[in-house]
């Protein structure tokens, strides 16, 4: 018993910030990444949630689509799919697998949001819109000053749900062998069978390291989504 | 074109990745019933355990789960154990002639930790149209006469689980694209044969975007089939959201 804890303690700086040689890595990186996946992924998803409220029907559609490819095949192979589109080659064989995750993160955290803001903007009184418009807005200025950020504060919640699932979905990049947190334990257990007994104490430290940052990031998003409650513009 | 060898080889990750949806869902959403319940409990003995099995199975990745139970628990044991207990015996014979699965542990492990995933993230959703209801329901069904325990089983968790339906159904859809993961733990459902064929073949890029057309098929096919049952669910003459 003891052995295993030693075993994690030793290895838990690696599973924390990488490995030496590929620092930021491990729970740093899946937590970079996914920050990343989801910053440029939400403003995909505001042009695709704009292409599914286009005025012409076959933009629309594009939208639509987007939404349905990139939600309805599993992370698993969407990373695949990206990557040997953007390397031409095989998991693993090629340095630019970071890249690859990066690209495919955004587009699936892209899709999701775009369903939520496609909700979030929905449910903003179109009569908001049209006084903007009447004061002289023109509709671009109308839909980045009143529209959005309105619906913004509709969303929060369910993009802060969203951010979340992303951060955990993230795991899923081990098959690119991007070294992230799940990846980082499977290199520190490795194919030695000497460590075979420390590889339910490993899992357990990094089924931890993700419920307690998943715990800690929804803590923090409902403080935040709560002051923005009080002080915006949806006043109860 | 698809061989005649490649379209056996789907239909048979097709089967499985079906098998698996179906197996994880009847067994996710049993579990999170019993959960929910749980979760409501007035006592907290019974309470704060299970609050605390819901988060780490919602907040713990799938995989995650899937490769503990699969490859970590397992090395638990030494060498001969792990092969009589996991491997060589006639539970794992039998569940390997009716799965037709070479390691039938590893498919019965994946099993376990998306049902225990889905299970986390159902009951999350199920306690939330629970909580959202309205206390005449629960008042009305005491006052009738019936316990806690069967106000709870007949009317708070049947209409949690209609008013939520929507949600519950994206989870499922969730499930079963999270069936692909079992590849990680060499359980060859759809997600598996496409990578097998590919090491084959070296025909990645085929393979790949054939893979990703079943998965849109089957989850669009699941959405037609869950957007009925959430039609049965609403009480009649109650209007249908959104349309």
Do not use: C
């Not at chain 1, 909700?119 to 418009?133: I, K, M, N, Q, T």
Request: hydrophobic residues 55%; aromatic residues 8%; glycine residues 10%.
């Amino acid at each position: 018993m003891g052995d295993d804890v030693a075993f994690v303690a030793r290895n838990l700086l690696d599973l924390l910030i990488g490995l030496p040689a590929q620092r930021p890595g491990g729970l740093l990186l899946s937590i970079l990444l996914s920050a990343a996946s989801l910053s440029v992924g939400f403003g995909l998803a505001v042009i695709v949630a704009s292409l599914r409220d286009a005025p012409w029907a076959p933009v629309r559609a594009v939208g639509a689509a987007f939404v349905t490819v990139f939600r309805g095949v599993p992370l698993i192979m969407l990373l695949l799919i990206v990557h040997q589109f953007a390397a031409g080659g095989l998991a693993g064989i090629d340095g630019s697998t970071l890249r690859s995750a990066f690209v495919t993160l955004v587009l699936y955290a892209g899709a999701y949001q775009a369903d939520i803001i496609t909700s979030g903007l929905r449910a903003v009184p179109a009569s908001l819109v049209e006084d903007a418009r009447v004061l002289g807005a023109s509709p671009l200025r109308a839909f980045l000053t009143v529209r959005l950020p309105y619906g913004l504060r509709v969303m929060g919640p369910a993009l802060a749900g969203q951010a979340i699932t992303l951060f955990k979905d993230s795991s899923v990049v081990v098959v690119l062998g991007v070294a992230e947190l799940t990846t980082t334990a499977r290199i520190v257990l490795g194919n030695d069978v000497a460590n075979a007994p420390y590889w339910v104490a490993t899992y357990l430290a990094v089924g931890a390291l993700y419920l307690f940052t998943a715990s800690g990031l929804s803590t923090l998003f409902a403080r935040l989504t709560d002051t923005e409650r009080h002080t915006g513009l949806v006043g109860h | 074109m698809i061989s005649a060898e490649l379209a056996t080889a789907l239909a048979g990750g097709i089967a499985l990745t079906l098998g698996m949806t179906a197996l994880t869902t009847v067994a996710s959403l049993l579990l999170a019933f019993r959960l929910t319940e749980a979760r409501m409990s007035p006592r907290r003995v019974v309470r704060l355990p299970a609050t605390i099995v819901v988060e780490v199975f919602r907040n713990v990745p799938a995989l995650v789960q899937i490769i503990f139970w699969a490859f970590a628990v397992p090395n638990l044991f030494t060498a001969d154990t792990r092969r009589a207990v996991f491997f060589d015996n006639a539970v794992m014979d039998a569940l390997g002639a009716v799965t037709g699965l070479p390691l039938p542990y590893y498919g019965l492990a994946a099993a376990i930790g998306l049902t225990l995933n889905t299970t986390g993230h159902l009951t999350e959703i199920l306690r939330s149209g629970v909580g959202s209801m309205p206390g005449e329901h629960l008042d009305a069904a005491r006052t009738l006469g019936a316990s806690r325990r069967t106000a709870m089983r007949r009317v708070l968790l049947p209409t949690g689980f209609r008013t939520t339906f929507p949600a519950i159904s994206s989870r499922l859809v969730h499930n079963m694209k999270n069936t692909a993961l079992a590849s990680f733990v060499a359980v060859p459902e759809l997600f598996g044969v496409i990578q097998g064929e590919i090491t084959r073949t070296f025909d990645a890029t085929r393979l790949l975007l054939l893979g990703a057309a079943v998965y849109l098929v089957l989850a669009w096919l699941m959405t037609v089939v869950l957007d009925v049952v959430d039609r049965r669910l609403r009480p009649a003459g109650s209007v249908a959201g959104g349309g």
